[in-house]
């Protein structure tokens, strides 16, 4: 039986050799993002899934009828930044002005402004935190960028584990709030262990049973657990030999299993857009005591 929970499923729509660990070591790349966005858009369409997909700015621009097309099927498309750049390498004015042209291109591929934003290398930490007041600025209505847990490449230590109204001035703090701006950050599966299985190459690596089991604990609390892959992970004709043995292993591995391991999340749990999930925590004082935290997030709460 599916839990009746809405969990988000996110596709963050860049080039195959954009990821960092890529971008510098790929010379010629062959481009693959029709071919993975058309396979990810069938299974959808099979499934009948809503999703948001989170879509490099410079993408929108360079393939407006792609992007217009993933709209049309009555998916959600976000920003993920106008070059894919990290916000760590960017100034608050730079971020600005990305945030100002991946909203153009997307509009100018959709007739739609996108409402949600997804940091590059979910690059909103504390040295970044300036990037949420922007946002808001921006009118944007959510961000799906905080990575609760530290990983050797991103990720703030002690950030909320659910969805939250958040402060600018102190965006990584659960506390009650009536901000124009929700947070939904991305899925850790435990609350004390935090395991960062929420897509990408967590998700690859890790079996299908513990990926259920980690929704499946966060969906018993009553919270969404907001999930993310990118399109080409669905597609082996990525794979390069002309990368290094631990850059093919993080980039690679697990891409011939990934569908049918999304197929068997799909046919478990319930999934949605997250401009729908943040919707409904957009007045979240409405859903979400804070004077009687459930027990499983007690500990964590006290800390
Ligand atoms: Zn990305």
């Known amino acids: 039986m599916r839990s009746p929970v809405e969990n988000v499923l996110s596709f963050d729509l860049e080039h195959w050799y954009s990821a960092t660990l890529l971008r ?7 481009e693959r993002i029709e071919e993975s966005v058309e396979i990810v858009l069938d299974l959808l369409a099979r499934r ?19 992007v217009a097309q993933i709209a049309a099927d009555g998916h959600e498309i976000g920003s993920h930044g106008h070059t894919h750049r990290p916000l760590f390498e960017l100034t608050r004015e730079q971020f600005s002005h990305e945030i100002e042209r991946s909203t153009a291109a997307i509009q100018d591929a959709t007739g739609t402004m996108p409402v949600g934003f997804r940091a590059p290398n979910f690059s909103v930490t504390p040295r970044t935190q300036w990037a949420i007041a922007v946002l808001e600025a921006s009118e944007y209505q959510y ?30 703090e659960d506390r ?39 929704i499946r604990t966060l969906n018993a609390r009553g919270l969404p657990a907001t999930i993310y892959f990118h399109p080409w992970e669905f597609n082996p004709a990525v794979k390069t030999p002309s990368v290094t043995a631990h850059k093919r292993f ?54």
């Not at 510098?24 to 062959?30: E, L, N, R, S, Y």
């Not at 948001?52 to 410079?58: D, L």
């Open 250 to 303: 993080v980039s690679f591995h697990g891409i011939n299993r990934l569908k049918s391991k999304l197929e068997t999340l799909l046919d478990t749990f319930t999934f949605t857009t997250a401009a729908s999930v943040a919707r409904e925590y957009a007045n979240e004082n409405d859903l979400v005591s804070y004077d009687t935290p459930s027990p499983v997030f007690q500990s964590e709460d006290s800390r």
């Open 143 to 172: 961000d799906s960028s905080v990575f609760p847990v530290r990983t050797p490449m991103y990720g703030v230590t002690g950030a909320p584990v659910r969805p939250y109204s958040i402060d600018p001035t102190a965006p990584f």
């Open 48 to 66: 009948g899934v809503k999703a948001t997909f989170f879509v490099v700015g410079e993408v929108a621009r360079d393939h407006p009828e792609l």
């Open 24 to 30: 510098d070591a790929v010379t010629d790349p062959t």
């Open 176 to 214: 009650p709030a009536d901000h124009a701006l929700v947070e939904l950050p991305l899925a850790v599966f435990h609350p004390r262990f935090k395991l960062p299985v929420a897509g990408g190459f967590y998700a690859r690596l890790l079996p299908t049973q513990l990926l259920q089991w980690g």
